[in-house]
C-alpha cells in the first residue's frame, strides 16, 4: 500500500523540477528589442520575460550572434529564439507562438548627403548596399543578384554607411534609430535619415525549437502569458516606454 505514495510523491518531485528548469533563449545584440548591455534597450526581452513569468516559468538567455542564435534552436542546443519574421522555411523547422511580440516597419537608412530614392526593389541595384550576416535580407540580396556587403553586427553598417563604404542599409527603423543614438556622437546622428517608403511591416514572434519535446507546450505558455499583460494594459506601457529615438 505504501508503493502507490511512494510513487506519487517521485512524480511530484518531477513536476517540481521540471516547472523550475528555465526557458533557455538564445538571442543576439539588437537594441532597443535585446542587448546584452543594454538594461534600457531589452523592451522584447522584457516582453518575453514577463509573459513567461506570469505563466509561473522563468527565462535564461544567452547572446550570441544571430547565425548562431538560429542554428542553436535549429539543433535544439536551445529552447527559442527572438524576434525572427514569419517565412515558409522557418514554419517548417520551428514552432511559432501565435500572438505577436511587436510590430514594427522596415525602411532602408542612408545619410543625407546621398541622393537616394527608390519605388521598385530593383532601383536597389543602384546604390552600395549593405547587410547583416545571418538576416533574411542576405538571402533576398543573393536570390535578386544584387551585390551587397556583409557586416558581423547591424552597427557595423551605419559605420560602414558613415565612412561612404556603403549607401544604404534595410532594418527597421526603430532599431536603426537606437542603433544611430547609441553609437554616434550627437553631430554624426544628424547625417543620418531614412526614406520615408516602407519596404515591410514587420511582425515579429518567438521561434521554438522542434528538438525539444515541449516547444509546442512552450509557445501555448508564452501566448497565454501575452495574453494575460494585454488584457491587464502591462503590454501597452511596457511598449510605450521605447519611442522612436531621433538622431
Not at 533576398?140 to 551585390?147: C, D, N, R
Not at 521561434?207 to 503590454?235: E, H, V, W
Request: glycine residues 6%.
Amino acid at each position: 500500500m505504501k508503493y502507490p505514495a511512494i510513487w506519487l510523491g517521485g512524480c511530484l518531485l518531477c513536476s517540481v523540477a521540471i516547472a523550475e528548469e528555465p526557458v533557455r533563449l538564445a538571442i543576439g545584440d539588437w537594441p532597443p528589442y535585446t542587448s546584452p548591455s543594454n538594461p534600457k534597450a531589452k523592451l522584447i526581452e522584457r516582453i518575453v520575460t514577463e509573459a513567461f513569468r506570469l505563466e509561473g516559468l522563468r527565462t535564461e538567455y544567452e547572446y550570441l550572434p544571430w547565425k548562431r542564435s538560429y542554428l542553436y534552436v535549429q539543433e535544439g542546443k536551445s529552447d527559442g529564439t527572438f524576434p525572427w519574421n514569419k517565412t515558409d522555411e522557418r514554419e517548417r523547422e520551428f514552432i511559432y507562438n501565435k500572438i505577436p511580440l511587436v510590430r514594427d516597419e522596415g525602411v532602408y537608412f542612408h545619410l543625407k548627403s546621398t541622393k537616394f530614392d527608390w519605388h521598385v526593389f530593383d532601383d536597389i541595384r543602384k546604390y552600395k548596399v549593405g547587410y547583416t550576416i545571418g538576416y533574411k535580407q542576405e538571402q533576398l540580396y543573393k536570390k535578386s543578384g544584387i551585390e551587397a556587403d556583409p557586416a558581423m553586427t547591424a552597427d557595423l553598417n551605419f559605420k560602414k554607411m558613415l565612412a561612404g563604404r556603403i549607401d544604404v542599409y534595410h532594418t527597421s527603423k526603430v532599431v536603426g534609430y537606437a542603433l544611430i543614438n547609441e553609437h554616434f556622437t550627437p553631430a554624426e546622428r544628424k547625417l543620418f535619415t531614412h526614406h520615408p517608403k516602407v519596404i515591410e511591416e514587420n511582425v515579429y514572434y518567438l521561434l521554438f525549437s522542434r528538438k525539444t519535446p515541449n516547444g509546442q507546450q512552450l509557445a501555448d505558455k508564452l501566448d497565454a502569458g501575452l495574453q494575460k499583460m494585454i488584457d491587464s494594459g502591462a503590454y501597452a506601457k511596457l511598449v510605450a516606454e521605447y519611442t522612436e529615438p531621433s538622431p
